[in-house]
Nanobody, 114 residues
Framework: QVQLVESGGGLVQAGGSLRLSCAAS????????ISWFRQAPGKQRDLVAT???????NYADSVKGRFTVSRDNAKNTAYLHMNSLKPEDTGVYHC????????WGQGTQVTVSS
């Protein structure tokens, strides 16, 4: 059974940092690309960052230079390091495959205050 569990969110002031974690089970993690998605209040879920099985990364323009996605295959875990946070980064963050083929986890709430 595939399961994704996100954690690490919280309330932070603008300019602060957070590290999100995505623990995966039920898949051969090292063979899968993993993406982070963000859903702001009242908006659709948007793709924020992706890391491929080979370690290549790409980012939405809105987070380039501030967010870094990484992975630890030994722990079946992906991470999203978020720096210089802005109020517009507020939302529920989820991980999934880039085309969202896996069951969604509960997500983790990030709230950035101005």
């Amino acid at each position: 059974q595939v399961q994704l569990v996100e954690s690490g969110g919280g309330l932070v002031q603008a300019g602060g940092s957070l590290r999100l974690s995505c623990a995966a089970s039920g898949i051969i993690f090292k063979f899968n690309s993993i993406s982070w998605f963000r859903q702001a209040p009242g908006k659709q879920r948007d793709l924020v960052a992706t890391i491929t099985s080979g370690g290549s990364t790409n980012y939405a323009d809105s987070v380039k230079g501030r967010f870094t996605v990484s992975r630890d295959n030994a722990k079946n875990t992906a991470y999203l390091h978020m720096n210089s946070l802005k109020p517009e980064d507020t939302g529920v963050y989820h991980c999934n495959s880039p085309r969202a083929f896996l069951p969604w986890g509960q997500g983790t709430q990030v709230t950035v205050s101005s």
